[in-house]
């Protein structure tokens, strides 16, 4: 990308990519873009946000907005996470439609075409849905499938199969995502919640150009902890049938037993038996309570308001102009 002229105050289409140890891949995600979205469109942006990088990163971000200011990027303050930088980015971008995408490459870029020409159709949630997960492993690939069939077992929300972040949301649904303050986000859910005509694109996940993905297992259990616990209030509803299961059965038990001494004398109940029925009980109690804190923790989390995220350097961003469309967006840390 070589253009030097400044770019119109409102492009017509945004690209947000969040970052973070990424600065082998601005170059050529930027080279790619370019021939891509050249042609394509009559102006555009890319708002990169640098979530806490400690490569060199930002550093390649100032010399590719010296190089083309239509590049432009912000700079959070420290490591929030892949989903506050998605919203970090949304809250600033200006186009009449915004593409959401990796900065590793395994979002192809030419597949921005057949968005932005399903979006002129009409479409105002056009989203890439992927046709193969070849760069995942085999256990990886098989929990994904059991999570959404889990997410779709509990939740009132529809999520497409095969549908995550890649994908081009009209203004309107930018605007409507802007709304939606909450720090434990599940992006691809609050994408198909917020409803909007929707329409998927097949596309082939490239392989990573540079570097390594930054969620392993542990990260992506606690990201399906959020997606479950955002979207649906089934576990803790389970947990009142599974008590009240549990004091007919004591109810029942207690009869039976009544009976029985009252008709063959008492005996000496077995210890080991004793032992195991308080421990089972204990463990339900503690995993019920577990279940009960993990939503009074997120309750906990939103009560106290704090922004989203803290901004610690703009680069050919300026800050956001306060609405009443958002809310505690962001702060200025410099």
């Known amino acids: 990308m070589t253009k030097n002229e400044p770019e119109a105050a409102e492009p017509e289409l945004s690209v947000v990519a969040p970052v973070h140890n990424e600065a082998e891949n601005i170059a050529p995600l ?9 042609g394509c469109v009559s102006s555009f942006e890319v708002v990169f946000v640098d979530d806490g990088s400690t490569d060199a ?12 200011p239509r590049v432009r990027a912000l700079s959070l303050s420290r490591n929030f996470g892949k989903e506050i930088a998605i919203a970090a980015g949304l809250d600033h971008v200006k186009g009449a439609a915004t593409v959401i995408m990796d900065a590793d490459l395994q979002h192809p870029p030419e597949t921005i075409r057949k968005f932005v020409e399903l979006w002129r159709a009409g479409y105002k949630n056009v ?9 995942d492993s085999r256990l990886r690939q098989v929990l994904t ?13 529809d999520l497409p199969e095969g549908a995550g972040d890649f994908r081009l949301l009209d203004a309107s649904a930018v605007r409507a995502l802007r ?25 082939e996940v490239e392989p990573r150009a540079h570097g390594a ?16 616990m955002s979207f649906s209030t089934l576990p803790l509803k389970v ?10 059965f004591a109810l029942a038990l207690a009869t039976f037993y009544l009976v029985r001494t009252l008709l063959l004398g008492v005996d000496v109940p077995g210890y080991a038996s ?34 989203l995220y803290l901004v610690e350097e703009r680069i050919g961003v300026a800050p956001v102009a306060p609405d009443d469309q958002i809310t505690s967006t962001q702060h200025d840390w410099t």
């Open 239 to 248: 947990w009142s049938f599974i008590g009240l299961g549990t004091s007919i």
């Open 213 to 228: 993905t930054k969620y392993n297992y542990l990260r992506l259990t606690n990201f399906a902890l959020d997606g479950l």
């Open 274 to 307: 004793l032992i195991v029925s308080v421990t089972f009980f204990a463990g339900i109690q503690l995993l019920s309570l577990g279940i009960v804190g993990e939503y009074i923790g997120r309750i906990f989390a939103e009560v106290k308001r704090r922004p």
């Open 145 to 157: 499938q059991r999570f959404y069939r889990l997410f779709e077992s509990l939740s009132d929300t």
């Open 127 to 135: 989203y890439g849905e992927r046709v193969s997960h070849t760069s």
């Open 57 to 68: 990163t930002l550093q390649e971000l100032r010399a590719a907005n010296q190089r083309d």
């Open 179 to 203: 709304t939606m303050r909450e720090h434990a986000r599940f992006s691809k859910g609050l994408y198909a919640w917020i409803g909007f005509k929707s329409i998927g694109v097949p596309f």
């Open 30 to 38: 930027l080279n790619r873009l370019a021939a891509a979205l050249e």
